[in-house]
């Protein structure tokens, strides 16, 4: 098999794309495959064998492809591209996500792409796994992709709050102030994505509501897309009629980490019976999110594996 290097053109931003700061994306490109990676100008040199040199060219290629479209490119990302040149499998054809203030909003890890590729299939999706791996951000995202194109006619975004308790009566202020405070990390994902202004526009007009889960007892939830957020502390019998709200054009996504119960009685967390009875249901999507797919600080990664070993070593498991 031929070694002759070979030579790919590439724009500027994709060439500063595959080399990444201090060469590391180039570096973790070349201990995948066994390639050598060289960047001598107008473009990227792969060495190495033939079989090799196609799996780099293909990861060197999603690389720049979204370094091209004005997206970000980190190490997460470029794993990504390493993984499904590996594998062979592209981009799953999830729904078109909204531009946020940041640029385009994409997966930046291979769960994250299955994610949104369950939330496009599926009527009820539910995202397992710890903080930092995108899984409320994401499903905000598409939730209010749907919601301006039309494909709904709300969003609505619930979770328990207070320790699951709900007990909100003592709190000052009408029903959005007693709530805003626990719904901090979607009203920031909110205002990344639609905006300050537009975001307050809709929720005056009801277009975008948020509640208790205790106050969507009684209603059916037409039309609309319903995200459940740490619903690892609802309980059962929270569940059972937050799942059963459903209505007709509506999908919901459950989102939530099995091991961060805060209810008196760990074992009434409504989360994981819930996946035990409806993973294998018809229309129902799971994807449980790993250390590996933490997004934050490099740090948080280290610091969820570390939770991870300790409960492996104590025998727990989630």
């Known amino acids: 098999m ?13 060439v500063r794309a595959v080399a990444g700061a201090n060469s590391r994306h180039a570096a973790l490109i070349e201990d995948a495959f066994g390639v050598l990676v060289e960047t ?4 990227v040199s792969l060495s190495g064998d033939t079989r090799a040199r196609g799996q780099a ?3 060197v290629h999603a690389i720049a492809d979204r370094a091209d479209q004005g997206l970000e490119v980190n190490e997460a990302d470029v794993r990504v591209a390493i993984g499904q040149a590996r594998t062979g499998s592209g981009a799953p054809g999830a729904a078109p996500l909204p531009v946020g203030r ?3 909003v994409a997966p930046k890890t291979a769960t994250q792409a299955t994610y949104l590729q369950a939330l496009a299939a599926c009527e009820l999706v539910f995202g397992l796994g710890p903080a930092g791996t995108g899984k409320t951000f994401l499903a905000v995202a598409h939730g209010a992709g749907m919601l301006l194109q039309g494909a709904v006619d709300r969003l609505i975004v619930s979770r328990p709050a207070v320790e699951a308790g709900e007990r909100l009566g003592f709190l000052p202020g009408d029903m959005n102030e007693k ?5 901090a990390p979607v009203w920031e994902a909110l205002t990344d994505i639609l905006g300050a202004e537009q975001l307050r ?8 509501e948020v509640a208790p889960i205790a106050f969507l007892r009684g209603r059916t939830l037409s039309h609309a897309f319903v995200i459940v957020d740490e619903a690892q502390n609802a309980s059962r019998a929270q569940m059972k009629m937050v799942l059963t709200r459903l209505g007709e054009g509506s999908r919901m996504a459950v ?3 099995p091991t961060q119960i805060d209810l008196p009685n760990p074992a009434d967390s409504g989360l994981a019976h819930a996946v035990s009875l409806l993973d294998d249901v018809k229309g129902i999507g799971v994807v449980r999110f790993s250390s590996e797919d933490v997004v934050r600080h490099p740090l948080v990664e280290r610091i969820v594996r570390a939770y991870d070993a300790d409960a492996a070593r104590r025998g727990r498991t989630v």
Request: hydrophobic content about 30%.
């Open 57 to 59: 060219k293909k990861a």
């Open 40 to 43: 001598p100008g107008g473009g």
């Open 2 to 14: 031929s070694r002759a290097p070979e030579f790919i053109a590439l724009s500027d931003a994709a």
């Open 179 to 183: 709530v805003d405070p626990y719904m």
């Open 102 to 104: 940041r640029g385009q």
């Open 255 to 257: 989102t939530g980490d």
């Open 201 to 208: 526009r809709r929720r005056e007009k009801g277009e975008i």
